[in-house]
């Protein structure tokens, strides 16, 4: 049970019951308050009993502890329903990238968009299926259009927008973590099958061409599956390859230690409060890296326009320990952040 759904069933108590205190811990809500309106216990039990949840109640001293939690135990996660504003987010999305890939592909528009929005999905998902775990509300993925002429892939990609806070350090570095991964997992054999599918050609020095960066995991990639690549020779990435590069360049992206991107998140929860000179040094950095490509300085500032801080917010229990399978987790993104970092995208 969410914050949001705890607060919702505490309306409908409204007229009978009164919390002064609310609480949870590891998916079981408390609220302790007073019968108001000469209502008794057997009132509130007449509304609990609708919902599909286990509650208790005790009275301890004239206040009442009333506790609560998920009536189904057995579900992972919960889908609900579709509201109108994220499908026309998902059309117009689908309209973008399919006016980019006409742009890159000519009459070949029905591949590499179609295989970039595959992937977009996955890191999202990632997201709110461990904030469904962790009983964090939060909104299914919206999907983000933008022009081809602003953006070459017709897309900023999606977002999930938390609802209620965040509490533990553990939740919070296990959805910061799972976009991250879950979006890996996809990318990295995607590229290795487009790179099978890719054709070798010959360089050719051409004016205005667009360029792709390499990572360090592109490079070994590059190598076991073309091993005899001479030097005047290039590779044309398969629609299905340059998906799986724009999967690693968005994981890559998100895993900067800055506010509250993904990595800003597990960097939080990793460090605490060193999170924020960590952050201060990231950001900082982006403006040498802008030298090598400018995208660092459109990414730079769409982070000051949207989070206004490099700092993450604080949250209670940091400075609890981390399991040792979390603190895993953290260095699995750091690896990976290092295996996908390419100092320069795009160049022309």
């Known amino acids: 049970m969410t914050e949001t759904q ?4 505490l309306k409908k108590l409204g007229e009978q019951f009164r919390p002064s205190q609310i609480g949870s811990n590891k998916g079981e809500w408390l609220a302790v308050g007073n019968l108001i309106n000469d ?10 009993k609708k919902e599909e949840i286990y509650y208790s109640i005790k009275n301890n001293n004239g206040d009442l502890y009333l506790r609560v939690k998920d009536g189904e135990d057995n579900v992972i996660l919960k889908i609900p329903t579709i509201p109108r504003i994220h499908w ?17 592909e000519g009459a070949r528009i029905w591949e590499s968009p179609i295989e970039i929005l595959k992937g977009i999905p996955f890191h999202e998902f990632g997201h709110y299926f461990y904030a469904q775990k962790h009983k964090v ?14 953006f070459l892939i017709g897309t900023f990609g999606a977002f999930i927008k938390i609802k209620s806070p965040i509490y533990r350090k553990d939740a919070l570095l296990q959805i910061g ?22 054709e070798v050609v010959e360089k050719v020095d051409v004016q205005g061409a667009l360029m792709l960066g390499d990572s360090i995991l592109m490079k070994i990639l590059t190598w076991i599956t073309h091993p005899g690549l001479l030097e005047n020779q290039d590779i044309m990435l398969h629609p299905i390859a340059f998906a799986g590069w724009i999967g690693l360049l968005v994981t890559m992206l998100n895993l900067l230690p800055i506010g509250q991107l993904d990595g800003g998140h597990v960097a939080y929860a990793m460090m605490g409060e060193k999170q924020g000179w960590m952050a201060k040094a990231a950001f900082a950095a982006l403006i040498p890296l ?3 490509s400018l995208n660092w300085l459109v990414w730079g500032i769409l982070i000051l326009i949207l989070m206004r801080s490099t700092k993450h917010p604080p949250i209670q229990d940091i400075h609890a320990p981390l399991s040792q399978n979390n603190i895993r987790v953290g260095y699995a993104c750091l690896i990976i952040f290092i295996l996908c970092f390419i100092p320069a995208p795009f160049s022309i």
């Open 6 to 9: 705890f607060q919702n069933l």
């Open 39 to 48: 209502s008794i216990q057997n009132d509130l039990d007449i509304i609990l």
């Open 88 to 104: 026309i987010l998902f059309l117009l999305t689908v309209f973008t990238t399919l006016l980019a890939g006409a742009m890159m």
């Open 137 to 150: 509300d939060a909104t299914l993925p919206y999907f983000i259009p933008a022009p081809p002429f602003l």
């Open 177 to 198: 973590a799972a976009g991250p991964i879950a979006g890996f997992i996809i990318a990295v054999p995607a590229l290795v099958i487009g790179l099978w599918l890719s």
């Open 290 to 292: 802008s030298f090598f």
